[in-house]
């Protein structure tokens, strides 16, 4: 495992977990979207998903620690279940990592042509926030290896203006402006992307579909944890005030149901549109729900779906969240999903 860098040294890091239950992924949290969840999702875990581009939805670090999950594996045939062990390490962002990491974040900006290798390089060049997780292998004497396998997810949180002079975020910044269609809501965009750019972070949070939900808090626990500290911790006082955000930008996709315009229109005051959004990533609802803006488009790529996705389209969803609401956001976390 990556040795533990600077701002770890003087910050009391979590031990190592076990016994986290067997778990499956999930998309949201009312009965229909779990649901299709099940039906969706890959049942056992497979190496491939590191090499293969995934059929599935591609979107997790504790600091620095290990996360000990069981995962079932069904043998149609015999129908027994056999449960596999998988080590999920959480390390820094390093040059090994591009290729995994860029086939994580593939279809980050739907199918538009834009630098997203100077995005990866951006990403893993940040070494002091940020976490790829990856699984983690000892060999017989117990040494770590983690050049055995793939990313199986990355998270990371960038300053707008300190990187604004590089294409691929002169790029994002064009296509977060033409998707949006409101002019209201664009204008405050261009704000939150132009003028308060150096007060915005960028936050980067992409794993496969199959990433246990039980390692989502603690990683977004390192994550903030790691903002704080850089905030004390980097040896430049620029680059100490290039992580005192005020404001997070989120790119992320969901599931939006085809009727929701014309259920919209006609509304009662009884109508339930719990339903009409499956969040595929969990920690999305609540970000939505704590948002500040947010604003839905259309994506040009769009891939097969399972039937039971026949009434759902899927579209791309940017939410800018104000910093003094992550504290609010890390209970909701935890507490939303101790329930599933």
């Not at 707008?160 to 002079?165: A, E, V």
């Not at 915005?200 to 603690?218: A, E, H, I, M, T």
């Not at 992580?243 to 009884?270: H, P, W």
């Not at 800018?320 to 999903?337: H, Y």
Request: net charge negative.
């Amino acid at each position: 495992m990556v040795p533990l860098s600077r701002r770890h040294m003087n910050h009391q890091q979590p031990s190592k977990r076990h016994g986290v239950p067997i778990v499956h992924p999930f998309l949201g949290f009312s009965s229909f979207a779990r649901t299709i969840l099940f039906s969706c999702s890959a049942p056992t875990y497979s190496r491939s998903a590191f090499t293969k581009s995934p059929d599935s939805i591609p979107e997790l670090k504790p600091t620095k620690c290990l996360e000990h999950v069981k995962f079932e594996e069904v043998d149609e045939d015999e129908e027994q279940v056999d449960m596999l062990h998988a080590d999920f390490g959480f390390f820094d962002p390093r040059p090994g990592d591009f290729s995994g990491v860029k086939l994580l974040l593939h279809n980050y900006l739907d199918n538009k042509p834009w630098d997203l290798s100077g995005f990866v390089d951006l990403i893993l060049e940040q070494t002091t926030v940020g976490t790829v997780v990856k699984l983690d292998e000892q060999d017989e004497v117990g040494d770590v290896d983690d050049d055995d396998g793939g990313p199986f997810g990355i998270i990371s949180a960038i300053n707008l203006q300190r990187y604004q002079h590089h294409r691929c975020i002169k790029e994002l910044k064009e296509f977060l402006l033409e998707a949006c269609t409101e002019k209201a809501t664009k204008k405050k965009i261009k704000t939150y992307l132009e003028r308060q750019a150096g007060d915005v972070g960028l936050l980067v949070s992409q794993r496969f579909v199959n990433c246990p939900y039980q390692l989502v808090p603690p990683l977004y626990d390192a994550l903030f944890d790691e903002i704080a500290w850089a905030t004390e911790d980097e040896p430049t006082q620029e680059l100490r005030d290039s992580f005192c955000f005020k404001y997070y930008v989120l790119v992320t996709r969901i599931f939006e149901s085809k009727a929701i315009k014309q259920s919209k229109a006609n509304m009662k005051g009884d109508v339930d549109f719990r339903d009409s959004i499956i969040y595929i990533k969990p920690e999305d609802e609540i970000f939505q729900e704590l948002s500040s803006l947010s604003f839905t488009f259309a994506l040009r790529a769009v891939r097969p779906s399972p039937s039971e996705m026949k009434n759902y389209k899927e579209k791309g969803l940017v939410m800018v969240i104000d910093a003094r609401e992550v504290s609010k956001f890390r209970e909701k976390l935890k507490c939303l999903l101790a329930e599933c």
